[in-house]
């Protein structure tokens, strides 16, 4: 799996990596190698205690652990905990809690936070303060020290669960290595998908001989709209396909309408201009990959989710065709309509509602894969990447228009249900 | 895989079969007056006029209902057409310097609605000839033809050029006679002396036959040298020395004289005695409109009559500075004169007279002018010449068309008291001339119904016309300029002024102006333009409404009446604050009483505020209900009660567009095209006639620059989902009576529905006192004590892709679309399916997709937009009719995108069936422009003064089918090696040629794959076309199809998971 088109978050990790090395072989141990200090923090209280090195167990082991010790079972929290450059980073899986454990340094520094407070901001730079009156300064190489004062702000880290797949290459291995399907989602988000098309003229290669035929390209990139921050299309890109669909004879309006008619979810096939950039899946095995996605954060050094690619996906290749004429049967997340009923007016049977309700989200599931969770929610909650929080704002200032509108009902019995992939607030 | 699995299954032949019988396209007639006409002819012997137009289109008149349509295969224009008399031929003379020769010939006998016709006459191209260009010399300028001369005999044709020679060509075979040529050098030696100059005599402006003696022809030059030539001795037999460049010739019947009309403003006579060689000087030598320098005198007839003084008929002529503008064309007989005053400019005329050669005199019957914008005809024998109405060719533009509405099926009653007021409209002077031009046999059926279109227009009027046949006649004109007050005379009833010459004619004015026809494009306030029209053919009740907001609601009377019209404000933007008004003032409704013509008279006013146009009406007479949308909200109006039930704002609150008038920005360009585009025409129209060709040819250039300009710099589209704050969003695009379940599955009832621009539907429940009982008793009777109509919002329903709802429409419980209101309550259509669940049709510019009531899920749809990159523009619920079984027919939605085409789908399945080319997408205004009838015909602009009919349905169709009796054998000369393909008039050749003129193998190909180039994993692909293709579709079969899609989906995704296909990743 792989983003090739984001370069600099992989890059930015693995020197990372190597300086926590670094630092591990000349901090002097305090303690013995099988054990790790743990202070953490919850409100105003500190508790001080120790896990196993080599076994610390999951997640979820810990996280009881940390509740029993704070006394504040059954209250939901967010852990975070400081690394060796003084940024707070969420501990809410395995792996995390075992980087976190592995990089303890030697004190591993736990800070809860409640979950119905203040969502907490994780980051780099996060803990730069603190980290001075803790003393980690000397641990930091001058050079470090000096980017992170002068050249960056921190980095916004979101929860994971926060994040939403905003783009992906799809169907890598069944593609011509010249061509790139990108997938962008548009679930309501403030941003726009920020691209421009043109007419051009293409050049093909047939038996005849090189031909000339009339093209779409496209022609711009809108700074800081979608198509740009996810890095996977560029200018004088042709579009070969939309949604599945040749664009070839198709005029330059057809296809602005056909884009604009499946914005919610538009799948580009793209011949880029640049093919250098290109997946080379035929010579690694782990570049490979069905789906990749990129965070959509500031396009400087996005936090990446790491999907795997799902093992259906990749046995079976999907071909455009099949996933039109699905496209056309499928009622999916894009399409919802939204109905708002008068209460006034006779309310419906519940029973029914719920039942279509269960039915679809069955339906619904195999299809969305490991992103169903974001995809169903009906609107993106509040995230910490800053872009999104504008989306939010954007989808609740959307739901306050239509409260509006029916402002003078007398009260609107809201209830989320799902049908045909469809919202329907009634 | 779906589509695999589809393919496998491959075509239904049966299901392909019932669409053969039910879907064909044909453009079938085209209604109104041709638009550029540039020439004129007239068969005295057939009675058939020809009317040539800038687009290479030919189209023959006859008796109302005759008609035949020839293109040429270039677009040039057509400058000159002549008849061969009696034959069924014409010659034509293109812009191109190429001549045709048509035929009118039998058709191949084809199936027509299921019946087989037979001897179907119509106009095919059979030969072409270009003169060839003298070696060494530009060859355009020197053979370029600027006359042609058909013999009587019909077997030569005479051809003068710009060079001043004189071709002779045969006929019919288009073969020139070489030895024949009579170049000038021959002329110019036979001159005195005195008169040779050493210059040309200029090219040949005239050629003219002896009305007596045959084999001796009239040749006139331009610099005013007059020949008469013999052609059996080739030699010039008198020569007429004019001095005066010359425009026209025209023999007196007996041959002893003729008269030749000068650029000067005069007109000259020449008497013709044999024997006499040269001639110095004319006759008589008068300039009508002198003293002072006046314009050419372009033609001139001279009729005689059995009273003696013969009728002089001349167009131009007028002086130069005072009326240089005016087109014009005189009258005159002894001291009769009258000059008739055009409004647009004169491209021909005949007249209509004895051409027996026995007869002694003329004795012109009708006058009949082509105009560029109309055709006017004037009864010659009636004292004071009057204009004879005409039945066909009638200018549809005479104001612009802005809105139509087409009547299906009209009730007799209905009819008859149309037709009437018509009648008493056309007034007292009504010539009772038959038609004059009468030619050829209209064999088309009666229709089996009466079919009404109404058309608004920009002037405020509505024009009722008969549109049951091929000739699209007026019935009767309704104004609704008089109910307001506006800057123009309001008590000026706006009729015909031809209808009323006495009037218009003042003794004391010279020249005697008498203004003639109706064309007036010149609206005196654009407010009153009409915008939507509805029409209760049951309860002959109109509503009518315009672009400052007016809705009128009109019922129709036979009598005369004054009376003051209720006015009713409604406020749509409901106390929004933060908006106001930039646009146009409302209309002053007039504050006296205004007297109103038998017809429709106007029973209420409602004034939408803001002012805006109009842009969604809906009436339900049964419940005495109209609803009406702008720009910024929409309303409910009880016009028996007359009050407002209802007014909503359906404006977004970052809209700003909508406070601009309709008749800012946008109207602005459109005003500066319309402008240039006089411009040019002015320039064309300043020419000579045979100058056309420069700035066309100009034009064309200019055009293909500017193409290639668009080449080099590409237009960009910027790709954004539309967003709930793009500008208009809150335009009402549709509303929609129906009585449905909208409050729950068991009690139905009253319900308006709206649809917006920003794709909002909005639901009301309605309450009408002693309509929808059940509901009231299920209240306990709370509505008996309330006698207001109430309206309840019951849902709003916003279409995520926020596409412009296009259309809404109600399915009973067997999918059908409910019928018209009283249709049911009277028993003149089948009562809807009540017991069933209905559903919702919404057709947005996007999607189509059906919803269940009362709970609105959706249920099916159609992607067109995702798939096909079109947009819906017109939606229409048409009821199909089997060729094959009497019974069955099939409720299909047409849908009109804005590439032209023409898409069918099944309801509610909305499986797409067919699909046709029919407008070319560049056409926006004759896509905006189209209308459809309820059984599978339609309307749509050509030009601004045609409409093209079409018919969708293979039973359903209106065309001309003709005869004509002729002199010759009607089959095709054999020299014709079977060109017979024959584009469509007007410009419209791209459209399907094999489906278009009933070449059955080609129809049956184009049906079963309607376009071959669409890609194959397209949805529309023919593999698809048949996805429930499972024969008729029963009543079961609907229900069966609705209840189970879920099922049937879900059945689809265990295939394909057994199949292990992923479903991870869906493209849409």
């Given at each position: 799996m792989v983003l090739s088109a984001v370069p600099r978050p992989n890059s930015q990790s693995g020197s990372k990596m190597s300086r926590q090395q670094q630092q591990q072989q000349r901090t002097p141990l305090k303690v013995t190698d099988t054990v790790v200090e743990v202070k953490s923090k919850f409100e105003a209280e500190y508790r001080r205690f120790a896990v196993k090195k080599n076994g610390p167990g999951g997640f979820q082991e810990f996280y009881g652990l940390l509740q029993t010790i704070h006394q504040i079972p059954g209250v939901d929290v967010l852990l975070g905990y400081a690394d060796v450059h003084g940024d707070l980073l969420p501990i809410n899986n395995d792996d995390n809690f075992h980087k976190a454990v592995s990089s303890a340094n030697p004190l591993l520094r736990i800070i809860i936070t409640k979950k119905e407070d203040e969502p907490v901001v994780f980051g780099t730079n996060s803990l730069q303060r603190r980290k001075k009156g803790l003393g980690l300064t000397g641990l930091r190489t001058p050079g470090a020290g000096s980017t992170h004062s002068k050249n960056r702000t921190g980095l916004m880290i979101g929860m994971p669960q926060n994040f939403r797949q905003v783009s992906s290459i799809i169907d890598v291995d069944i593609l011509p290595e010249t061509h790139r399907r990108v997938r962008l989602h548009k679930h309501g988000t403030h941003k726009p998908l920020g691209f421009y098309i043109r007419d051009g003229v293409s050049v093909r290669v047939t038996p005849q001989g090189v031909e000339k035929v009339p093209g779409v390209f496209i022609s711009r990139l809108v700074r800081g709209g979608l198509a740009e921050s996810t890095g996977l299309l560029g200018v004088n890109d042709e579009i070969l396909e939309v949604n599945g669909i040749d664009v070839a004879g198709k005029s330059l309006d057809q296809v602005t309408d056909m884009m604009v008619a499946n914005s919610h979810n538009l799948i580009v096939t793209v011949k880029p201009a640049n093919q250098r950039n290109n997946v080379m899946h035929r010579g690694s095995k782990t570049s490979m990959g069905n789906s990749g996605s990129v965070g959509s954060a500031g396009s400087t050094g996005s936090i990446l989710s790491h999907d795997s690619p799902s093992p259906a996906s990749q046995s079976n290749p999907i071909t455009a065709s099949n996933s039109i004429a699905e496209g056309d049967s499928d009622d999916e997340d894009d399409d919802g309509d939204i109905i708002l009923e008068n209460d006034s007016l006779m309310p419906h049977d519940s029973h029914q509602v719920t039942d279509s309700n269960n039915v679809n989200l069955n339906r619904d599931s195999p299809t969305n894969g490991p992103h169903s969770s974001t995809v169903v929610r009906p609107l993106p909650q509040s995230v910490s990447l800053p872009s999104s929080v504008g989306a939010s704002l954007s989808d609740s200032s959307m739901t306050s228009n239509y409260n509006r509108n029916t402002a003078h009902t007398a009260s609107n019995r809201q209830e989320s249900m799902r049908e045909d992939g469809t919202i329907i607030t009634l | 895989m779906m589509k695999f699995r589809f393919r496998r299954q491959g075509t239904d032949p049966q299901r392909e079969k019932i669409k053969q019988e039910l879907f064909a396209f044909s453009k079938t007639v085209e209604h109104g007056f041709p638009h550029q006409p540039s020439a004129l002819a007239f068969d005295p012997k057939l009675q058939l006029m020809a009317i040539g137009t800038k687009s290479g289109s030919i189209k023959v008149y006859g008796a109302p209902g005759v008609e035949f349509t020839g293109l040429h295969k270039d677009l040039s224009a057509v400058t000159q057409i002549h008849f061969l008399p009696g034959q069924g031929r014409l010659l034509s003379l293109l812009d191109d310097n190429t001549i045709h020769l048509w035929e009118l010939v039998v058709g191949a006998s084809r199936e027509v609605g299921g019946v087989k016709r037979e001897g179907v006459v119509s106009l095919q191209e059979v030969g072409n000839y270009s003169l060839p260009g003298r070696p060494g010399i530009e060859s355009c300028s020197a053979t370029r033809v600027t006359v042609l001369l058909l013999l009587r005999s019909c077997d030569l044709l005479c051809i003068g050029t710009e060079g001043g020679g004189v071709y002779f060509l045969d006929l019919p075979r288009l073969s020139l006679k070489d030895t024949q040529t009579l170049l000038q050098d021959q002329i110019t030696q036979s001159l005195p002396d005195d008169h040779r100059c050493g210059k040309s005599l200029g090219p040949v402006e005239s050629l003219q036959e002896h009305p007596q003696r045959a084999g001796k022809i009239l040749i006139g030059y331009s610099r005013g040298l007059v020949v008469l030539w013999d052609l059996s001795t080739r030699h010039a037999e008198q020569l007429f020395l004019g001095k005066q460049q010359l425009e026209s010739l025209v023999w007196e019947r007996s041959g002893s004289l003729f008269v030749s009309s000068h650029n000067d403003g005069s007109y000259s006579v020449w008497p013709v005695v044999s024997g006499n060689t040269y001639s110095h000087q004319p006759a008589s030598s008068t300039i009508p409109y002198g003293p002072f320098p006046c314009k050419a005198i372009n033609k001139i007839l001279w009729r005689t009559t059995c009273t003696g003084s013969p009728v002089l008929l001349y167009s131009g002529g007028m002086q130069r500075a005072s009326y240089g503008d005016r087109h014009c064309l005189t009258i005159q007989r002894d001291k009769d004169h009258v000059t008739l005053d055009f409004t647009s400019r004169v491209i021909d005329f005949f007249t209509v007279h004895s051409i027996e050669p026995e007869k002694e005199f003329d004795d012109p019957s009708a006058l009949v002018v082509l105009l560029e914008e109309e055709l006017v005809v004037i009864d010659l024998q009636t004292p004071g010449w009057p204009s004879l109405p005409t039945p066909y060719l009638a200018p549809l533009h005479s104001s612009a068309i802005t809105c139509s509405c087409h009547i299906s099926s009209v009730p007799p009653k209905l009819w008859e008291r149309v037709v009437n007021a018509g009648r008493a409209q056309q007034g007292r002077q009504r010539t009772h001339r038959s038609w004059p031009i009468c030619g050829g046999k209209n064999r088309a059926p009666p229709p089996r119904q009466q079919e009404l279109l109404l058309t608004g227009h920009e002037d405020g009027t509505v024009r009722f016309w008969d549109a049951s046949g091929v000739a699209l006649t007026p019935l009767y004109k309704l104004s609704t300029a008089n109910i307001f007050h506006t800057d123009c005379d309001p008590s000026d009833d706006p009729q015909d002024p031809s209808s009323d010459p006495d009037m218009q004619q003042e003794e004391e004015e010279w020249p005697p102006f008498r203004k003639v026809g109706c064309f007036d494009p010149y609206s005196d306030d654009p407010r009153l333009g009409i915008q939507k029209i509805s029409l209760c053919k049951y309860s002959n009740r109109l509503v009518v409404a315009g672009t400052a907001g007016q809705v009128i609601v009109l019922g129709l009377s036979d009598d005369r009446s004054a009376h003051l019209v209720d006015v009713s404000v409604v406020d749509l933007l409901q106390d929004r604050e933060g908006f106001t008004w930039k646009g146009h003032d409302r209309l002053e409704p007039r504050l006296k009483p205004a007297p109103f013509p038998p017809g429709f008279q106007p029973l209420v006013l409602v004034q939408c505020l803001p002012p805006a146009s109009v842009t969604a009406v809906a009436l339900h007479a049964e419940w005495n209900l109209i609803a009406f949308g702008t720009s910024h909200g929409f309303g409910l109006f009880d016009y028996h009660r007359r009050n407002t039930v209802l007014a909503r704002c359906t404006l977004h609150p970052n809209d700003s567009l909508a406070m601009e008038g309709p008749l800012s920005r946008v109207k602005s360009l459109k005003k500066s095209l319309r402008q240039s585009f006089r411009r040019i025409r002015k320039s064309r129209v300043s020419g000579k006639k045979r100058t056309i060709a420069t700035p066309t040819r100009k034009i064309q250039e200019a055009n293909a620059a500017l193409a290639e300009q668009e080449e080099v710099a590409p237009v960009q589209r910027r790709i954004e989902p539309r967003s709930a704050d793009d500008s208009l969003s809150g335009v009402v695009r549709c509303l929609c009576f129906a009585d449905t379940f909208l409050r729950d599955g068991t009690h139905h009832g009253p319900t308006l529905w709206a649809g917006t621009n920003s794709g909002s539907v909005y639901a009301y429940a309605l309450e009408v006192p002693g309509i929808g009982l059940g509901r009231a008793c299920e209240r306990g009777g709370a509505s008996e004590s309330s006698v207001c109509v109430e309206a309840v919002l019951g849902k709003e329903i916003q279409l995520m892709h926020r596409a412009p709802v296009v259309s809404i429409c109600m399915l009973d419980g067997r999918g059908k679309p409910l019928p018209d209101p009283y249709e049911a309550s009277q028993d003149l259509a089948i009562a809807p399916d009540m017991t069933n669940a209905h559903s919702v049709l919404i057709a947005s510019e996007e999607q189509l997709k059906v919803f269940s009531l009362p709970?609105?899920?959706?249920?099916?749809?159609?992607?067109?937009?995702?798939?096909?990159?079109?947009?819906?523009?017109?939606?229409?619920?048409?009821?199909?009719?089997?060729?094959?079984?009497?019974?069955?027919?099939?409720?299909?939605?047409?849908?009109?995108?804005?590439?032209?085409?023409?898409?069918?789908?099944?309801?509610?399945?909305?499986?797409?069936?067919?699909?046709?080319?029919?407008?070319?997408?560049?056409?926006?205004?004759?896509?905006?422009?189209?209308?459809?009838?309820?059984?599978?015909?339609?309307?749509?602009?050509?030009?601004?003064?045609?409409?093209?009919?079409?018919?969708?349905?293979?039973?359903?169709?209106?065309?001309?089918?003709?005869?004509?009796?002729?002199?010759?054998?009607?089959?095709?000369t054999p020299a014709s090696d079977g060109t017979t393909t024959q584009p469509q008039a007007n410009g419209t050749r791209k459209n399907q040629l094999g489906q278009a003129e009933g070449q059955t193998e080609e129809s049956l190909s184009s049906l079963s794959s309607p376009v071959l180039d669409t890609p194959l994993d397209s949805p529309l692909s023919c593999a698809d076309l048949t996805i429930d293709s499972t024969g008729e579709i029963t009543v079961e079969d609907v229900r069966d199809f609705l209840t189970t899609v879920d099922e049937a989906e879900n059945n689809l995704k265990n295939i394909s998971e057994e199949e292990g296909r992923p479903t991870g990743i869906l493209i849409n």
């Open positions: - | 709970k609105v899920s959706a249920k099916t749809k159609f992607k067109l937009t995702a798939h096909e990159g079109c947009r819906v523009r017109k939606v229409a619920l048409v009821v199909f009719s089997s060729t094959a079984q009497e019974d069955y027919s099939e409720h299909t939605l047409v849908c009109l995108t804005n590439l032209g085409d023409m898409h069918l789908f099944n309801i509610p399945g909305l499986r797409p069936q067919v699909r046709y080319n029919c407008i070319r997408k560049e056409d926006i205004s004759g896509i905006a422009s189209c209308v459809f009838t309820k059984t599978g015909q339609g309307f749509y602009l050509i030009s601004p003064s045609e409409y093209e009919r079409f018919s969708l349905s293979a039973k359903v169709l209106t065309e001309p089918l003709c005869s004509v009796q002729l002199d010759r054998p009607l089959e095709p």
